[in-house]
């Protein structure tokens, strides 16, 4: 049974960092892409930051020099760090896994505090 279970959101002040974690299991983590996305209310769901199974890394413009997403296959595990947390950043935050077939997550609620 395929899972992915993201944690580590919250309220956070604006100007302040989370690490947001999502552990994997069900299928072969290291062979699939993986990436952050958000939906803010009222708001299409956007790409955050992604990661490939060979560790190339890309980020949306609006999260651009203040995240960096990372993986550890060994834990099955991916991360994303964000600092510099803005208002607009408020949004559950969605993992995913990719290769052909995808698979999503539940959801996290970050909410960022002006």
């Known amino acids: 049974q395929v899972q992915l279970v993201e944690s580590g959101g919250g309220l956070v002040q604006s100007g302040g960092s989370l690490k947001l974690s999502c552990a994997a299991s069900?299928?072969?983590?290291?062979?699939?892409?993986l990436g952050w996305y958000r939906q803010a209310p009222g708001k299409q769901r956007e790409m955050v930051a992604i990661?490939?199974?060979?560790?190339?890394?890309t980020y949306g413009e609006s999260v651009k020099g203040r995240s960096a997403i990372s993986r550890d296959n060994a834990k099955k595990t991916v991360y994303l760090q964000m600092n510099g947390l803005k208002p607009e950043d408020t949004a559950v935050y969605y993992c995913?896994?990719?290769?052909?077939?995808?698979?999503w997550g539940l959801g996290t609620q970050v909410t960022v505090s002006s």
């Open positions: 995913k896994a990719r290769r052909g077939r995808e698979y």
């Open positions: 990661i490939t199974y060979d560790n190339m890394t």
């Open positions: 069900g299928f072969v983590f290291s062979n699939f892409d």
